[in-house]
């Protein structure tokens, strides 16, 4: 079984900038798809930025601002958030999956980001 463990996120002002990082207690290499969720008060989880062996995939609202990445030596996610917006605040959560046929689903905790206008 692997933990998914998220650093700390914050209060930032926007235009303000926030890197996350999700850090495994094993090796990620065995995900084929990871990614990044974020739940605003109020709303749903909504995917925010996506990364398969294919590329990254981003939503509309996160899209040319976010920056997903992926380092399997340090068997760490990343998500780097640039020009924040009020509408960026929520919990964000990692998510990895593996593939089929085991297809098990890993969620990190979760870690607030709070941006202040």
């Known amino acids: 079984q692997v933990q998914l463990v998220e650093s700390a996120g914050g209060l930032v002002q926007a235009g303000g900038s926030l890197r996350l990082s999700c850090t495994a207690s094993g090796s990620i290499s065995r995900f084929n798809v990871m990614g990044w969720y974020r739940q605003a008060p109020g709303k749903q989880r909504e995917l925010v930025a996506g990364?398969?062996?294919?590329?990254?995939d981003y939503s509309d609202s996160v899209k040319g601002r976010f920056s997903i990445s992926r380092d399997n030596i340090k068997n760490t996610l990343y998500l780097q958030m640039n020009s924040l917006e009020s509408g960026d605040t929520g919990v964000y959560y990692c998510?990895?999956?593996?593939?089929?046929?085991?297809?098990?689903?890993?969620w990190g905790q979760g870690t607030q980001v709070t941006v202040s206008s």
């Open positions: 998510n990895a999956k593996e593939p089929w046929p085991i297809g098990r689903t890993y």
């Open positions: 990364l398969t062996s294919s590329g990254t």
